[in-house]
């Protein structure tokens, strides 16, 4: 019995240990630590060369490090990391591009605790300073509506650092058609760099512009690749873009900024050059031809430049029967013009109106004929051409091939009724007007009375202004004083012809549309009396008139402004429209007086 009970006891035994082992199999115990033990970048694998400090993991789950100032985005997004978490956890990543926040989920082994570690983006610090930032020498190009407006101009640009990875650009006294707009500046363009060295900045900004044009919003996009920037802006004014290209390189600093002509001179000193070209303080070259000489000879002329050292120059034409612009760039982008001025025949002054030359329109403004010698004529035709804008195609000043009294031409001025669409920018009155000076299409929308110009150099006491002229006055006589109360008078318009001699202490100095028929310093004038119609082309003999207390005194310096319109009171905004007068075979007979 005793033997059976010790066999059952030990069977039962054994039962208890088999199923016992068998339970310790079936549930084993599985861990719960859901922690990252260690994160890092393995620097022998090439892609993280860029970390110079390896990854921390805060007691706030982030971790973060730090990589090289050459770094890129790029590079970020190409890192390998090395992770190591608790036994048994396991985690998953949001991405693998550590150019942005990547976060990491590690799950412990039995599925009941997740914790979560963000791997911050470093901050990168690019050289901006040392690689950016600086003076840049190089040419702007501007273009609009497939038309160039400005090809291969001489500018400097100026990158500075802001906060951060970001520059700032400006721009200088940029212009186009005549038209100064002010200074372009670009405020906190964000820069990055590719892994090919390359520095990449753009921006999208609000802008105003002058001359009328306003508030605009330009888009910029630029390189600077080992010194050299490429920078791309639209500017969208009224819906159409301007696109405004530059190219440069950097300056280091130790360029000269001389932009000097230093000597010009005609090669082969041609015997039909009187007077040696002179340069003037005022930037303008001077010469005298003899009387016979002919705008063919002219075009021959070759000339022999000289400029400071280092510096560069061009021009803009070898046809020295007009104007002839030099434009010199120093070593450091400083730049300075230059105008060889069409030489005047040594002999009394006329104007027969016979030789025009052509001025091309572009989308922005109509073409027009301009009378020569354009070095001392000019015309309202050169502001109005700008009217296309507005929807108006005539123009105040025509050449007359048809009508004239010898000769090639005669010069043609018609009073324009623009009181439709009269403004600011728009007079309701555009009278033709032709006169010895310049046209200032700088000033045309802000001032219009002191575009005009008026007067040349003028070294001889005049003493009688001559020449023909036919009138034909406008039906409808329009007072546009007011713009915004335009009236129509019952009264004929009359043309106005007129030579006024004044005083003119420097070459800049210049009586405008404000004060040639007030000022203090007229000192005689030839003018028509009789501005009423003539169907017949009538001829015209006036002696100057002394002014009170005015006499000729050869040791000052002169100015003579020859003034024409095709209505009296065209500088007051009123007229006729269709106002005509017709001008032909001008001159003023003067007296050489020795000094």
Known sequence: MKKDFFKTMLLMLCTVFTFAACSDDDDPILGSEAAMISFSFDPSVAANSIVTSQPVIGSDNSITYTVSEQATEAQLATLVPTVVVSAGATYTASGSDFSKEVTYKVVSEDGQTTTQYVVKVPGLTYPIEEQVAGTYKGLLNVEMMGSSLVVDEPKNITVTKNKGNAVDLLLTDFSFQGMPLGDIQLDSLTVTLDDKGVYTFTGNQGLTLGSGVGDCTVETEGTVDNGAVTAKLTILWMQVPINVTYTGE???GDE?????????SFTGNPSFVAQQPVINDDNTITFGVSESTTDEQLKSLQATVEVSAGATYKA???????????????????VATYVVKAPARMASLKYSFDEWESVAGSFLSNAYDKPKPTNELASSAEGAGMLKL????DMPVYKSTDDKVAGAAAARLVTMDTSAKASTLVPAITSGSLFTGQFDMSVATTDKLSSTRFGIAYDKKPLRFKGYYKYTPGEKFIDGTDVENIVTVDKTDECAIQAVLYEAETEDFTLTGHDINNSDKRVAVAALSDGSAKADWTSFDIPFTWLEGKTYDPAKKYKLAIVCSSSKEGDLFKGAGGSTLLIDEFEVVGEAVAK
């Not at 803009?316 to 982008?333: I, R």
């Not at 507005?390 to 195609?393: I, P, V």
């Open 256 to 264: 000269s900024g001389e932009a000097k002509m230093t000597a010009f």
């Open 316 to 334: 803009d034409g070898t046809d020295f029967s007009k104007d002839v612009t030099y434009t010199v760039v120093a070593e450091n982008g400083t």
């Open 250 to 252: 950097r300056l280091t």
């Open 390 to 393: 507005f929807g108006f195609t």
